[in-house]
C-alpha cells in the first residue's frame, strides 16, 4: 500500500489544521488505519487509530478532546483534524495501517513516505 499525507503548514498556538492520508494499491477499506507523530531525534508515537469502517477510534492521551480521526472508505482517505493546537504538537505526521489493539504499526510496515510537517507557533 501507498500512503500519502498532506496538510501540514505552520499555524499558531491554540489554531486548527486537517491533514489528509491518501492510501492506493491496498485494500484501503479492510485496513484499521491510524496516525503517528515523529519529533526530532525521537522515534514515531501513536496519535490515533480508526476502525476499518470508522466505528472505533482510539487516541493517544496527549491529544485526546483535541484531536479526531475520521475516515473516508469511498475515496480511500483518512483525515485527522486538530484543533487547539500547542507548539508540543510541532512533528512530522504519517499515517500507517495499525492494529488497534496495541495503538502500533502493523509489523513488518516500512512504506512510511514524507509524512506531513507541522508546526505550531506560540
Known amino acids: 500500500v501507498q500512503l500519502q499525507a498532506s496538510g501540514g503548514g505552520l499555524v499558531q498556538a491554540g489554531g486548527s489544521l486537517r491533514l489528509s492520508c491518501a492510501a492506493s494499491?491496498?485494500?484501503?477499506?479492510?485496513?484499521?488505519m491510524g496516525w503517528f507523530r515523529q519529533f526530532p531525534g525521537k522515534e514515531r508515537d501513536f496519535v490515533a487509530a480508526?476502525?476499518?469502517?470508522?466505528?472505533?477510534?482510539k487516541y493517544g492521551d496527549s491529544v485526546k478532546g483535541r484531536f479526531t480521526i475520521s475516515r473516508d472508505n469511498a475515496k480511500n482517505t483518512v483525515y485527522l483534524q486538530m484543533n487547539s493546537l500547542k507548539p508540543e504538537d510541532t512533528a512530522v505526521y504519517y499515517c500507517?495501517?495499525?492494529?488497534?489493539?496495541?495503538?502500533?504499526?502493523?509489523?513488518?510496515?516500512?512504506?512510511w513516505g514524507q509524512g506531513t510537517l507541522v508546526t505550531v507557533s506560540s
Open positions: 500507517a495501517p495499525t492494529m488497534m489493539s496495541t495503538m502500533k504499526v502493523v509489523p513488518g510496515f516500512g512504506s
Open positions: 494499491g491496498g485494500t484501503f477499506s479492510g485496513t484499521i
Open positions: 480508526i476502525s476499518s469502517r470508522g466505528y472505533s477510534t
